[in-house]
Each structure stands twice: as C-alpha cells, then as structure tokens.
C-alpha cells in the first residue's frame, strides 16, 4: 500500500488560501489521490479526488505533482467552517481495493 | 436527499457487556462500510459489504466483532464482549458502487463507544 505523508496540524487565517500538502512517493501509476476531511464531532466528508492533472470543484483544487509523488489541497479562502482534520488517500486499484487512512493533517482557522 | 442515518448517537458499556450498532444508509446505496476510529487516528474499516454479500471483513475482530445486513439495506454491527480497547467511534459509510470505481463515500456522524 502507498504511504502518506501529511503535516500533523497547520494554521490558516480566515478569508486566505490554503495549501494542505501531501507526500505519496510511493504511490502506483494506477493509484487515485483521494481527500476526505473530518469536521468536529462528524463523519468524515469528500472533498475531491484527481489521478494526473489539476482538478477543482467547489469545494476545493487538487493540484497533483508531474511526478505524482505528492499532491497539494488548495482551499482558496479558507473559512471557520473548514476547520477540520484533512486525510490525504491514495486509493489502491489492485487486490486490495480499500481506502487506507492515515492520520490527517489538523487544519486550524484564526478570526 | 436523507444521509446516512446511525443510531445510537453515545452508548457507554462495561466490559465483557454486548453492545449494537444500526446503520441505514443512502437509499439506493448498494455499498456499505463499517469503521473504527479510535482517538486521535484515522479511520480503519472493518467490514465492507456489497448488497448483503461481505466483500471485506479481514480486518473484522471475528471472536467478538459480528456484522450483518439483511435484505442488503440497513445494517447492524455486534460486540460481544466488549474490551476497553473497543472504546472508539464506530462510522458506517455507504457509496452507490464500489471504491474501485472511485465512488465516493458518504459517511453517518457515528456512534461513540466508551468502554468502561
């Protein structure tokens, strides 16, 4: 299975973009990049999912290295209600068809 | 449209006690997943079925976890006994496929087990 790489926690300000980054260097060619976010207290929700190029919804833009190794969740104007712990998954097509989730990254939104 | 429905919101047990869980997904779901969360950690799915059939359950503590879901729409997860390592939050999701065609998950707000 891929291995992730996110930071623990990040520190956003109302109303400015984020960049929540991701490493995945082992990562296969068939291999989606999945990104889940937890709020407080809920289920987990989607958010967007991309294998090569750059996709957007309106959530959020998934921006995905040439090299696939790494992927970054942009949230353009970040607000309190994005306040949550974002989860970084790549989804393995082979046998083993499931989502492995890791510890996500805790993403705080200041006033 | 209605979400993935869970019930019971809390449920505090003592040890070697049994406990259950309900899960009604997305009308129309054929897919249905259970997760434990533990505290600080990431989901880990325990059981996946497809319609009533179990796809994945290697993960499924067998001697004291069990899991069901009749006629392939709502589903019921078993403990009996319970440990106080069970402590955790149990979330049942549900997609209209499988992960393998990239579906995505819609996840219940969970049951929050506290083992004592």
């Known amino acids: 299975d891929a291995k992730t790489t996110q930071p623990n926690s990040m520190e956003s300000n109302e109303e400015e973009p984020v960049h929540l980054p991701c490493n995945h260097s082992t990562i296969s060619g068939t291999d989606y990049i999945h990104w889940y976010r937890q709020l407080p207290s809920q289920g987990p929700e989607y958010v967007i999912h991309?294998?090569?190029?750059?996709v957007n919804n309106r959530m959020a833009s998934l921006a995905i290295a040439e090299d696939r190794k790494s992927s970054t969740l942009i949230l353009h104007r970040a607000t309190l209600r994005d306040a949550a712990v974002y989860y970084c998954i790549p989804y393995n097509a082979g046998n083993n068809r499931k989502l492995i989730w890791g510890l996500g990254t805790s993403l705080a939104v200041n006033p | 449209e209605a979400g993935v429905a869970q019930s019971p919101r809390y449920k505090i047990i003592e040890k070697r006690q049994s406990v259950a869980f309900w899960c009604n997904p997305i009308s129309g779901h054929a897919t249905l997943y259970w997760y434990q969360q533990i505290l600080g950690q990431g989901p880990k799915l325990l059981i996946q079925?497809?319609?009533?059939?179990?796809?994945?359950d290697s993960q499924l503590p067998k001697d004291r976890f069990s899991a069901e879901r009749l006629k392939g729409v709502d589903s019921t997860l078993k403990i009996q006994p319970a440990k106080l390592e069970d402590s955790a939050v149990y979330l049942c999701?549900?997609?209209?496929?499988?992960?393998?065609?990239?579906?995505?998950?819609?996840f219940g707000s969970g049951t929050q087990l506290s083992v004592l």
């Open positions: 079925f497809q319609n009533n059939g179990v796809v994945d």
């Open positions: 999701a549900s997609s209209t496929g499988t992960v393998a065609t990239n579906e995505k998950l819609f």
């Open positions: 991309g294998l090569t190029s750059n």
